[in-house]
DNA sequence: AACCCCAGCAACCGCATTTAA
DNA sequence: GTTAAATGCGGTTGCTGGGGT
């Protein structure tokens, strides 16, 4: 184990070793013995009792890791997790511990470790597939407008119960500011209608994500005093999709997002933005690439049709 | 066999929020 | 109402083991 950035060693503020580094099965022991007696809570009374050398909070985590019964320890994230963690990444953002309640035997360590794998995955086969395509000329040619939410009039936010929700909520929007309409095609959704729910026209009907919901909790915010707009149903086979070794081979393809209409990176047409088609912003595909779009943000792309099904 | 790379995972840190005194 | 302690959360780091060369 190496450990010269993070110390096996050190002394609280009355000088008594702290203890890092991976548990021993007898300190897991004496954690489980304190939770059956007084419960998962006073985790600073384990140190000040002498019975680990570890604080409150390593010994906390411990337990919400790794040590409670119910826990998934070892199974890997079937496809309906998958895709559940997906969705409510879309409309919740990196609230893991939220996710992760929708997830029974799940921690919000497991799914952020999931999410974090899964961005790192997409991450190199965007990186490969754009490697690839910059061999052609096809790439320095294309350009797209500007996202219309880089220059939206002012106008009152909504409101949210923490920055950090708010941050988050406007990233799911970000990455949601298209969706399918009946007929399976790519719309723009005006950012403006995303955000200021008394301009939102989209289907309710839509919304519904593609999982049995009738057995879990109804989503926090049908709960709370939170209302913020919801997100246009997600497709996250799509994301599924990206990394087939086919879809791949494709984004090399000149025409290959002429598959999307309408087509947001198509050279000499400007990708038209609901209010916003009289922009004549556009950016490098490059720069768009680099500065704007989530990696997620084809999640909400339906997956593509086999080659077979192709025209 | 040795080395390298990478995915998966465990655990730490800093900050935010909640609870208790 | 204020303050300190406890708890919770998200980001990050770094180890381990498996697969490829």
């Keep these: 184990m190496m450990e010269g950035k993070r110390r096996m060693v050190q002394y609280d503020e009355v000088g008594d070793q702290i203890k890092k580094g991976p548990w021993k099965a007898e300190e897991d022991e004496v954690l489980i013995n304190h939770v059956k007696k007084y419960g998962p809570r006073d985790w600073s009374s384990i140190r000040s009792k002498g019975l680990l050398r570890r604080t409150g909070k390593s010994c906390r ?32 953002g990196n609230k893991w511990a939220r996710i992760a309640t929708y997830l029974p035997g799940r921690t919000d360590n497991d799914v952020k ?15 490969t597939s754009s490697a690839s395509s910059s061999t ?25 119960s923490s920055s950090t929700d708010e941050e988050s909520v406007a990233k799911s929007q970000t990455c949601s500011s298209s969706h399918m309409d009946d007929n ?8 403006q209608d995303l955000v200021y729910p008394s301009t939102l026209t989209l289907d309710q009907n839509a919304l519904q994500l593609d999982y049995d919901t009738s057995q879990k909790k109804p989503f926090p915010e ?42 947001c990176f198509e ?7 609901a209010g916003r088609a009289e922009s004549n912003d556009t950016v490098d595909l490059d720069t768009f690439i680099t500065d704007f779009p989530p990696i997620d943000l084809f999640d909400d ?7 077979s099904e192709w025209p």
């Design 61 to 92: 985590l411990r337990w919400v890791n790794k040590l409670r019964p119910e826990l998934k320890t070892g199974v890997k994230f079937s496809a309906e997790e998958e895709r559940t963690v997906i969705d409510l990444q879309a409309q919740f």
């Design 113 to 127: 470790n999931f999410w974090s794998s899964r961005q790192k995955r997409l991450a190199r086969i965007l990186q």
């Design 136 to 160: 052609n000329s096809y790439k320095s040619t294309v350009q797209v407008q500007a996202p219309a939410f880089l220059d939206l009039p002012s106008v009152e936010a909504p409101k949210f």
């Design 184 to 191: 399976d095609t790519i719309k723009m959704v005006p950012f």
């Design 222 to 263: 049908q709960e709370s005093h939170l209302s913020f707009p919801q997100i246009p149903q997600l497709q996250p086979d799509f994301s599924l999709a990206l990394e087939s070794q086919d879809f791949v081979n494709r984004l090399g393809d000149p025409n290959f997002l002429d598959e999307f209409e309408p087509p």
């Design 267 to 273: 050279p000499d047409r400007s990708c038209q933005i």
């Design 301 to 307: 792309i339906e997956p593509l049709p086999s080659p």
